[in-house]
Structures are given as structure tokens and as C-alpha cells.
């Protein structure tokens, strides 16, 4: 069983719609948790990243964690065409540098 | 600042023939990491550096992988001999260390498609 379990879809959606990405873990002892947006052809870029438990929001994107359950949220509110790309889930056990564990990615499509 | 910068973006190569892969962090990073990226494995940590020096190379798949940081500012990932399993993209990321109670942002190169032959 791997670390990080995630979807790899894909997902395809219409503009507007919320999107719910999900992951689920296995190691008790992650702490941070961060999202990645992969455009095609592109190198991964950190969204957003939140520490424990809870929900962390930044514009259209919430990130939610529930560490009960090990399993962890991203949500995309008026989904774009724009946001359609990969997105990763990404954890650690600590802060300042720890291995990251990246889930496989979930493909996500937003047509018009 | 460029970003990580990586090259070649594209390297076809037959089997048996060395590859070298080309990174510059960003400058100021401490943190230098190589990745690889496969639709089977998903993005997989190879080796990474602090300060030029590898703490870490459990995920280099094996002896005909090899990876370097002779300075703050390059880096190399070789492969002697490929093999058409080593087909992959393989990224580049660097950070530098957040402090106490902060966490480290990677920022990742725009990669290398690598296909052997």
C-alpha cells in the first residue's frame, strides 16, 4: 500500500463548477500538507499548504484536512478552464525540510 | 529571478549511451532536490543536496545513477549506461530552509523529457 492514495481520474468538469480533489494517507506522523498544480509540460508549483488539521482558504481554492481520518481536501469553487492541469497532494512529518510524499496526481479538465 | 533553470528540455538517446542532466537553482536555495516523474510511479524523489552535499540518495534506483553539486549553482543527474526503462521526466527543485516552524517551498525546473531507445 502506498504512503499517499490518490485518484488520478481524470476529472472533467464544466466552467463553474466546484471541483473536490481528495487524498488519504497512512502515515500517522504527517503534519503538513500542500497541493501542487501541474500545467502540461510544466514543473509542479506549490498552491496552497496547511499545517495539522483544518481548513485553509485562499481565493477560489480551500484546502481542508482531516487528520481523524487521514484524509485531505482540495476544493476549486467557479472551476476555470484555466485550472485544468494535475493536481498533486504533497505531505511531510515536520517543517523545515522533510521528504516530501506526493500522491500520483489527479487530471482535471474544465470545459467551457 | 529565472526560476530553476534545467537543460536539455528534451533528450532521445539510444540504449547503453551516458545522459547528463543540467540544473541551476535558484540562487540563494540550499536545498537542491532531483526527481522523476513516470505515469506508472507518480513523481519520485531521487537524491537531494543541502549546501551541495547529498543527505539523501535512497531513491536513486540504482548504481547507474549518479548525481553531483559541485557548487551552489549546478547540479547534474547521469545515467551510465541507459536503459529504455529510465525513460522518464526528471525535475530539478530547489528551496531554502524556512527557519523554525516554517515549511520550505520547493520550486521545481520545467523538467526533462528523457526518452531512451
Known amino acids: 500500500q502506498k504512503e499517499v492514495e490518490q485518484d488520478p481520474g481524470p476529472l472533467s468538469v464544466p466552467e463553474g463548477a466546484i471541483v473536490s480533489l481528495n487524498c488519504t494517507y497512512s502515515n500517522s506522523a504527517f503534519q503538513y500538507f500542500m497541493w501542487y498544480r501541474q500545467y502540461s509540460r510544466k514543473g509542479p508549483e506549490l498552491l496552497m499548504y496547511t499545517y495539522s488539521s483544518g481548513n485553509k482558504e485562499d481565493g477560489r481554492f480551500t484546502a481542508q484536512v482531516d487528520k481523524s481520518s487521514k484524509y485531505i481536501s482540495l476544493f476549486i469553487r467557479d472551476s476555470q478552464p484555466s485550472d485544468s492541469a494535475t493536481y498533486l497532494c504533497?505531505?511531510?512529518?515536520?517543517?523545515?525540510?522533510?521528504?516530501?510524499?506526493f500522491g500520483a496526481g489527479t487530471r482535471l479538465a474544465v470545459h467551457p | 529571478d529565472a526560476g530553476v533553470i534545467q537543460s536539455p528540455r528534451h533528450e532521445v538517446t539510444e540504449m547503453g549511451q551516458e545522459v547528463t542532466l543540467r540544473c541551476k537553482p535558484i540562487s540563494g536555495h540550499d536545498y537542491l532536490f532531483w526527481y522523476r516523474q513516470t505515469m506508472m510511479r507518480g513523481l519520485e524523489l531521487l537524491i537531494y543536496f543541502n549546501n551541495n552535499v547529498p543527505i539523501d540518495d535512497s531513491g536513486m534506483p540504482e548504481d547507474r545513477f549518479s548525481a553531483k553539486m559541485p557548487n551552489a549553482s549546478f547540479s547534474t543527474l547521469k545515467i551510465q549506461p541507459s536503459e529504455p526503462r529510465d525513460s522518464a521526466v526528471y525535475f530539478c527543485?530547489?528551496?531554502?530552509?524556512?527557519?523554525?516552524?516554517?515549511?520550505?517551498?520547493?520550486?521545481f525546473g520545467p523538467g526533462t523529457r528523457l526518452l531512451v531507445l
Open positions: 527543485a530547489s528551496s531554502s530552509y524556512p527557519g523554525q516552524g516554517g515549511q520550505e517551498t520547493q520550486y
Open positions: 504533497a505531505m511531510s512529518p515536520s517543517g523545515g525540510y522533510n521528504k516530501l510524499i
